[in-house]
């Protein structure tokens, strides 16, 4: 299997014992002063507004630059310690003002790599999704993703100014906030005639130009990936009765997972479900329009950007005829709302 990319994030925290001194600064020769500062990391970005980090966390690599762009600072932490209530790092910085950038998650994410393995410029921390290349196969995609990608956290603190005053002890508690950068999608698939559905007659992908985020977690020129179902399989479906009620039946529905690294509302990303019993289209429709439909009255005036960083995951119901054409009466459900045929445009 050849992979597009080769630096591995698991191997953050190897790559940065030697990166401690050669991103130009060795703090050793800092002076003892009386000014403490730390860094805590809050993972509360999501639809509860509540933190998360002690649970979902378990790595942390962070890196300080100064204003002329260059790495002076970084630090690594990983395991139980990660788990206890007000966790924080020290940060041993002389004068100046800084910007961080901090790439978080799962110990061991193999799932995507940095830039570089010696981080001298935030360039070096563009984070890439380990894909396997697939351009000669694939018409619309240069990669393919079929995995539970593991979860990737991104955080920055910009222009922040230590300064040490000996004669005015004093702590500077800074606070990064999180953005998950991986969402798993579930797409249900309910035959409205009470027909058995065959996981093996369909196929499910996600197509998005998001493979590399840049080291401020912005949208950047990359390759097209295509995120295929790791998971597709048959479940009970309800379904209408024709009497307004319904009626709950095995195996005439299935649903497929899949994994995304972060959407982007601006630039889109493509949901297709296809037939593979006669090698056709189903359909295939804008997906960040459509998940964003899925705010609802409580959460209307939130940017649609933000809503879609905040879900981490999203469940869509469709309904197929019996000749397993996309159902359009019945619309499509999004995160329990319900997206009604007149506000459907496209399919």
């Not at 790439?103 to 070096?124: M, Q, R, V, Y």
Request: aromatic share 10%; net charge negative; with cysteine.
């Amino acid at each position: 299997m050849k992979h597009l990319f080769h630096t591995s994030f698991a191997l953050i925290a190897l790559l940065l014992i030697p990166t401690l001194t050669s991103c130009g600064l060795i703090n050793e020769d800092l002076e003892p002063c009386e000014t403490r500062v730390t860094l805590t990391f809050v993972d509360d970005y999501n639809m509860n507004r509540a933190d998360a980090f002690a649970n979902e966390v378990e790595s942390v690599a962070v890196w300080a630059f100064d204003q002329d762009g260059k790495c002076v600072w970084s630090k690594t932490d990983s395991g139980d310690a990660l788990t206890h209530p007000g966790y924080s790092i020290g940060i041993d910085l002389p004068d100046g003002t800084y910007d961080f950038i901090a790439w978080c998650g799962k110990e061991g994410n193999s799932d995507f790599s940095l830039a570089a393995s010696d981080i001298t410029s935030k360039d070096d921390l563009r984070l890439m999704l380990e894909a396997e290349n697939a351009r000669a196969v694939l018409p619309d995609a240069d990669v393919v993703s079929k995995k539970d990608l593991k979860t990737i956290f991104h955080g920055k603190l910009d222009a922040v100014t230590i300064k040490h005053d000996p004669s005015s002890p004093k702590s500077i508690d800074l606070r990064m906030r999180l953005v998950k950068d991986t969402h798993t999608v579930r797409v249900a698939l309910h035959n409205v005639d009470g027909r058995v559905m065959d996981p093996k007659d369909f196929a499910v992908y996600i197509t998005a130009e998001n493979s590399i985020l840049n080291f401020d977690n912005e949208w950047m020129k990359c390759p097209v990936v295509r995120y295929a179902d790791w998971n597709i399989r048959p479940i009970e479906a309800v379904i209408p009765d024709g009497n307004g009620g319904s009626i709950v039946t095995s195996n005439t529905a299935i649903q497929a997972e899949l994994t995304t690294s972060r959407l982007f509302r601006e630039k889109g990303a493509t949901l297709t479900i296809k037939n593979l019993k006669d090698d056709r289209i189903v359909f295939s429709l804008e997906l960040t329009h459509y998940l964003t439909q899925g705010r609802g009255t409580a959460h209307q005036n939130m940017p649609e950007q933000e809503f879609l960083d905040r879900n981490a995951e999203y469940n869509l119901i469709f309904f197929l005829d019996n000749n397993n054409n996309w159902y359009l009466p019945l619309g499509i459900y999004v995160n329990d709302w319900h997206v009604v045929p007149d506000q459907i445009s496209e399919f």
